[in-house]
T-cell receptor, first 114, second 111 residues
Framework: KAGVTQTPRYLIKTRGQQVTLSCSPI?????VSWYQQTPGQGLQFLFE???????NKGNFPGRFSGRQFSNSRSEMNVSTLELGDSALYLC?????????????FGPGTRLTVL | QKEVEQDPGPLSVPEGAIVSLNCTYS??????FMWYRQYSRKGPELLMY????GNKEDGRFTAQVDKSSKYISLFIRDSQPSDSATYLC???????????FGTGTSLTVIP
């Protein structure tokens, strides 16, 4: 069974630009969560989508947005990039009905903002 | 104050040692506690999952939760070089999928 895939793996942008990251969950998984990982703050929850609806949202500004498609694939968008947005962005998928915590993470997209 | 505090290390131990990793938290509503292992350039993988207080054992790994002290631990027995990774604790208050993670502890097991 293929794992969670994320594209692209690496991205370099400049301040003020916008970026779109993509996540394909494990087949059959309908919940997709996004996290930002930085050395100082660790993993911080961005949002979770389930059946094309945002179900939970973390404490990030409105520049961070996402969506989920009918095939459960998800995209995350960051507009007006700032230097502090440089991070590893991880997505995780889970199957509804499985115990909490059984999230499967992708390898992440490393975003560098210059 | 952060919701979850974790000593970042780094921690370096000889092969075969017992490793103790810890997290403290401030939100008494947390009920679900998890430990993830993250190798370099990989996403985190779930190691242990416990609900409420108590111990859980899986092979060389033991997870402990003390809700009265708001303290969780992960013990690794007979540590191996392949255990060298960053260990992340995570916790959640509800059945929703919003998790709060520690910053991770970097562990190196020296052969």
């Amino acid at each position: 069974k293929a794992g969670v895939t994320q594209t692209p793996r690496y991205l370099i942008k400049t301040r003020g630009q916008q970026v779109t990251l993509s996540c394909s969950p494990i087949s059959g998984h309908r919940s997709v969560s996004w996290y930002q990982q930085t050395p100082g703050q660790g993993l911080q929850f961005l949002f979770e989508y389930f059946s094309e609806t945002q179900r939970n949202k973390g404490n990030f500004p409105g520049r961070f947005s996402g969506r989920q498609f009918s095939n459960s694939r998800s995209e995350m968008n960051v507009s007006t990039l700032e230097l502090g947005d440089s991070a590893l962005y991880l997505c995780a998928s889970s199957f509804p009905g499985q115990g909490l915590g059984e999230q499967f993470f992708g390898p992440g997209t490393r975003l560098t903002v210059l | 104050q952060k919701e979850v505090e974790q000593d970042p290390g780094p921690l370096s131990v000889p092969e075969g040692a017992i490793v103790s990793l810890n997290c403290t938290y401030s939100n008494s509503a947390f009920q679900y506690f998890m430990w993830y292992r993250q190798y370099s350039r990989k996403g985190p993988e779930l190691l242990m999952y416990t609900y409420s207080s108590g111990n859980k054992e899986d092979g060389r790994f033991t997870a402990q939760v003390d809700k009265s002290s708001k303290y969780i631990s992960l013990f690794i027995r007979d540590s191996q070089p392949s255990d060298s990774a960053t260990y992340l604790c995570a916790m959640s208050a509800s059945s929703g999928n919003q998790f709060y993670f520690g910053t991770g502890t970097s562990l190196t097991v020296i052969p």
